[in-house]
């Protein structure tokens, strides 16, 4: 049984990448999505209506992209795919200045109590939650809500990555400015060709599709039943990769839009391994298959988005009816 760090070391055969096959998935994701824009404007209403969630789920699979990209799993040294993964993150309101420094810190500090809310959703414990004021509960709760969650768009992305980090360090992410000009010149762009319905239809709420299962994605792969977490001295990085990070099991379709993004505890293990590969290790290395299981079924999103704290007493997340029948008793 493979334990620690020679868990890790046994992932470093799948840490190579075939950089003719990073081109080539770079390449037909970006044909596709370019295919469907192209098809969008010949369409008549019903059918740019239909088009709308596949835009938005061919955005998120080439965010995953560039965030195999920004981990240096994907063609590193390939100048082409800087200047157009540079782009796409700035047109999609992820900055690359703050996604790497905040993505980076997640991975360092993913599940450890009392520093993790860095690039992740916030968690805290059940006592701080309690010692908490009723306005700092309010913005915790707030920012876990489901609402929240589905219009990532605005506050992931547009407020939390773009200007939220310009307001806070203009110095240190001033891309961001970069990002907010041109996300809104392209939505300029298509209300100036096509009026409100290009607008809304090919570029909002694609927009806003991506960003809820981006937003979503984020919360539940560390935000699910039985996951657990650790103060620092009970923390290691193995433990933070298998028990705090969630396998997802999606369907063919799924795993292909989220290139992968399904094998997170893999991921987190190794960032370096490349999303084409993540498989290829789950299948060959059968502690990976012990992971903790979540899926996109409506049952098992309803189950995630419930948890709001962690109580260290039983090890588990706590739902909001467990809140108040317990405060209440």
Same mark, same amino acid.
């Given at each position: 049984?493979?334990?620690?760090?020679?868990l890790?070391l046994?992932?470093?055969?799948?840490?190579?990448?075939?950089p003719?096959?990073?081109?080539?998935?770079?390449l037909?994701?970006?044909?596709?999505?370019?295919?469907?824009?192209?098809?969008?404007?010949?369409? *008549?209403?019903?059918?740019?209506?239909?088009?709308? *969630?596949?835009?938005?789920?061919?955005? +998120?699979?080439?965010? +995953?992209l560039?965030?195999d990209?920004?981990?240096?799993?994907?063609?590193?040294?390939?100048?082409?795919a800087n200047?157009?993964?540079?782009?796409f993150?700035?047109s999609?309101l992820?900055? @690359?200045?703050?996604?790497?420094?905040?993505?980076?810190?997640?991975?360092?500090?993913?599940s450890?109590?009392?520093?993790?809310? %860095?690039g992740?959703? *916030?968690?805290?414990?059940?006592?701080?939650?309690e =010692?908490?004021s009723? =306005?700092?509960?309010?913005?915790?709760?707030?920012?876990?809500?489901? #609402?929240?969650i589905?219009?990532?768009?605005?506050?992931?992305?547009?407020?939390?990555?773009?200007?939220?980090?310009?307001t806070? $360090?203009?110095?240190?992410?001033?891309?961001s400015l970069?990002?907010?000009i041109?996300?809104?010149?392209?939505?300029?762009?298509f209300?100036?060709?096509?009026?409100?319905?290009?607008?809304? #239809?090919?570029?909002?709420?694609?927009?806003?599709?991506?960003?809820?299962?981006?937003?979503?994605?984020?919360?539940?792969?560390? $935000?699910? *039943?039985?996951? =657990?977490?650790?103060?620092?001295?009970?923390?290691?990085?193995?433990?933070?990769?298998?028990?705090?990070?969630?396998?997802?099991?999606?369907?063919?379709?799924?795993?292909?839009f989220?290139? $992968?993004?399904?094998?997170?505890?893999?991921?987190? #293990? $190794?960032?370096?391994? @490349?999303?084409?590969?993540?498989?290829?290790?789950?299948?060959s290395?059968?502690? #990976?298959?012990?992971?903790? +299981?979540?899926s996109?079924?409506p049952?098992? %999103?309803?189950?995630?988005?419930?948890?709001? +704290?962690?109580?260290?007493d039983?090890?588990?997340?706590?739902?909001?009816?467990?809140l108040?029948?317990e405060?209440?008793?």
């Open positions: 049984m493979l334990e620690g760090k020679n890790i046994a992932t470093k055969p799948f840490a190579v990448e075939n003719g096959r990073s081109r080539l998935e770079l037909l994701t970006i044909l596709l999505l370019a295919g469907w824009h192209a098809l969008f404007w010949v369409l *008549p209403l019903a059918g740019q209506i239909v088009l709308c *969630p596949l835009l938005g789920l061919t955005i +998120v699979r080439l965010f +995953v560039y965030h990209y920004l981990h240096k799993a994907i063609l590193k040294n390939d100048p082409w200047y157009f993964f540079t782009f993150g700035l999609i992820v900055p @690359p200045s703050i996604w790497k420094r905040s993505h980076d810190y997640h991975h360092k500090h993913n450890k109590l009392y520093s993790s809310s %860095i992740s959703y *916030p968690i805290v414990t059940r006592e701080k939650f =010692s908490s009723k =306005s700092e509960q309010r913005i915790y709760l707030f920012i876990r809500h489901p #609402l929240t589905m219009f990532g768009y605005i506050f992931t992305f547009l407020y939390g990555m773009s200007i939220r980090s310009l806070r $360090n203009p110095k240190l992410h001033y891309d970069f990002a907010i041109l996300h809104f010149s392209i939505a300029f762009a209300f100036y060709f096509g009026g409100w319905a290009a607008l809304f #239809l090919g570029w909002i709420i694609p927009n806003m599709i991506a960003g809820a299962i981006g937003s979503y994605l984020f919360y539940a792969q560390h $935000n699910f *039943p039985n996951v =657990s977490f650790a103060d620092k001295d009970g923390w290691t990085y193995v433990k933070a990769s298998m028990d705090s990070s969630s396998y997802m099991k999606m369907n063919p379709v799924m795993c292909w989220t290139a $992968n993004i399904g094998y997170h505890h893999i991921h987190h #293990l $190794n960032a370096r391994i @490349p999303f084409y590969r993540l498989p290829e290790a789950f299948e290395l059968k502690e #990976l298959q012990k992971a903790k +299981v979540t996109l079924s049952m098992e %999103i309803y189950r995630c988005l419930q948890l709001k +704290v962690y109580d260290p039983r090890q588990r997340m706590l739902t909001t009816k467990e108040r029948r405060k209440a008793a």
